[in-house]
């Protein structure tokens, strides 16, 4: 199991370990109990670190569902163009990102994507502009924007970076 999946260190990697035998030589030889607590460290991140983010430039709303371009993304199960997140600006301020629903990791595994919570999204401004996550899916996350008086605003050529565990 790898990420985005979740894992456990008794289900996935079969730990807690033992020694078969005591180790004789530490410099070549690894004590069970280093593994096990390197397993089970591991299997915890896949319960908290973030899946996947992406940035984009916020664009004056115009008509209908209006595409937005990708500025940067990066992901769990890697970055290329094939993985890059959609999105789609509705109504000023309103944006919907929407991932693939499954994904081909690094070891040529599909992966069904499962947004359990997305991350408060961020905007790069001085104007004190701010996002709000709307709703989700399973591999969709619903943003609205918002100007420092709180309108609606769809923050044209500021950046918004969003992410999810």
Known sequence: MALPDEATLSDTYGGPYTNERPVEDPTTELDASAASEALADIAAATRMVPRAWVKFLGLTYTAGSQSIPVDDH????????????????????????????????????????????????????????????????????????????????????????????
């Open 74 to 165: 990066n992901a769990t199960w890697g970055g290329s163009a094939g993985v890059e997140p959609v999105i789609v600006q509705t109504a000023t301020g309103i944006y919907l990102i929407t991932w693939p629903a499954t994904v081909i990791d690094e070891i040529l595994v599909t992966r069904t994507l499962n947004i359990r919570y997305p991350h408060e999204p961020v905007t790069i401004d001085t104007a004190l502009s701010r996002g709000k996550v709307a709703a989700f899916t399973a591999n969709t996350i619903s943003l609205r924007t918002f100007d420092a008086a709180g309108a609606a605003n769809s923050l044209n050529t500021i950046p918004i970076y969003c992410s999810w565990t």
